[in-house]
């Protein structure tokens, strides 16, 4: 059983950054990917980035290429989202998301295993 649970969201004005991390426990196989999504009120769940757990495979979605970057720490299970220049339209619960599937990492129903999710509020 794989478990995520993710942290480090909170309240920031536009502009600003956040770092969140997701904590994993259970099996991590080494083609695995992990995701991060997000969802805000009245909107379906959005890709956000995603990265394999080896190797250097990653990808971001259009809205946040510059602005936010995914990264890993194989040592710690842990995975992050650091994201700068930080705007309201980027208001969500921000979830973590794992899945040992070869292709479809921006798609959410390739991942079984989710985090609780954390919320992240931007200000104007």
């Known amino acids: 059983q794989v478990q995520l649970a993710e942290s480090g969201g909170g309240l920031v004005q536009a502009g600003g950054s956040l770092k969140l991390p997701c904590t994993i426990t259970?099996?991590?196989?080494?083609?695995?990917?992990l995701a991060w999504f997000r969802q805000a009120p009245g909107n379906q769940r959005e890709f956000v980035a995603a990265?394999?757990?080896?190797?250097?495979?990653?990808r971001h979605a259009d809205s946040v290429k510059g602005r936010f970057t995914s990264s890993k720490d194989n040592a710690t299970n842990t995975i992050y989202l650091t994201m700068n220049v930080l705007k309201p339209e980027d208001t969500a619960i921000y979830y973590c998301?794992?899945?040992?599937?070869?292709?479809?990492?921006?798609?959410?129903?390739?991942?079984?295993?989710w985090g609780q999710g954390t919320q992240v509020t931007v200000s104007s």
């Open positions: 259970g099996r991590i196989f080494s083609g695995s990917a």
């Open positions: 990265l394999r757990w080896t190797g250097g495979n990653t």
């Open positions: 998301a794992t899945s040992h599937a070869l292709s479809g990492m921006n798609m959410a129903r390739q991942y079984p295993y």
